[in-house]
């Protein structure tokens, strides 16, 4: 076994693995501060992995990927990290986070609808005012009525992201349109939604966690619905419809 820490979302993280793989993957992470918790990644994990993936493509109609077992490993981890974190007052939600002047805004949507792309749009338009925060799973923590958004190892294909935290001023749904439009939504109306994207724990009493934790967030960030064509205009629009 492989053991290192590392500090995610505040959270002291001790890894037991059998690849080194995962530790490549999470050195801008690494610390050497006393342990808040430990995951240990067995080879019946890395088994559950592969079959899920394999489900998942078969589901899909496409032809099983065959992922190695040191790629799947990592999922591994960060899914045993994903079960405990609720305990600690976070939760892994799949979206694209970028900061501008220091404020948090998540993109989230149904995968292949264009999250990475319309956060592109806003390094293209803000400039070296935009920060990628995590690309594809950070992690969201909850501080009293304050929703937190940190940058993870696991921040997606093109590993866009960094080791950072901001508040998290709105969470935006991206939907494709001709046009530029954005809108306010309410809660029960973003709710189904949110609850797609957020990691659901297999363990009854984690997933209480989440869905308590769910519920903080969507009460206190700005909920929106964006309809984008991809065109660079559609960052101005969302940021001023985003802003207050």
Not at 93 to 106: E, K, Y
Not at 129 to 149: E, F, R, T, Y
Not at 219 to 244: H, S
């Amino acid at each position: 076994m492989i053991t290192k820490r590392y500090k995610i979302a505040d959270r002291v993280i001790e890894v037991n693995s059998s690849y080194v793989k995962v530790h490549d993957y999470c050195k801008e992470y690494e610390c050497d501060e006393p342990v808040d918790f430990s995951v240990t990644v067995s080879h019946d994990d890395i088994v559950f992995e592969k079959q899920k993936t394999d489900s998942e493509y078969a589901f899909e109609g496409k032809a099983v990927c065959g992922y190695p077992d040191d790629l799947l490993e990592e999922t591994a981890v960060y899914r045993k990290i994903a079960e405990k974190m609720p305990s600690y007052g976070s939760f892994v939600f799949h979206g694209s986070v970028i900061a501008v002047d220091g404020q948090g805004f998540m993109f989230t949507a149904k995968s292949g609808t264009g999250k990475s792309t319309h956060t592109r749009l806003w390094r293209e338009y803000f400039g070296d005012k935009a920060v990628m925060v995590n690309d594809d799973k950070p992690l969201i923590s909850v501080k009293g009525n304050d929703i937190i958004v940190y940058g993870t190892p696991y921040n997606g294909k093109h590993r866009l992201g960094n080791n950072i935290s901001v508040p998290l001023k709105a969470i935006c749904i991206l939907t494709r349109g001709e046009s530029n439009s954005i809108v306010p939504v309410s809660k029960s109306e973003a709710y189904a939604m949110l609850l797609q994207q957020v990691y659901r724990p297999q363990d009854p009493v984690q997933m209480a966690k989440t869905l308590k934790l769910l519920d903080k967030m969507a009460e206190n960030v700005g909920l929106y619905k964006l309809a984008c064509n991809m065109d660079i205009e559609a960052a101005k629009v969302a940021y001023n419809g985003m802003k207050g």
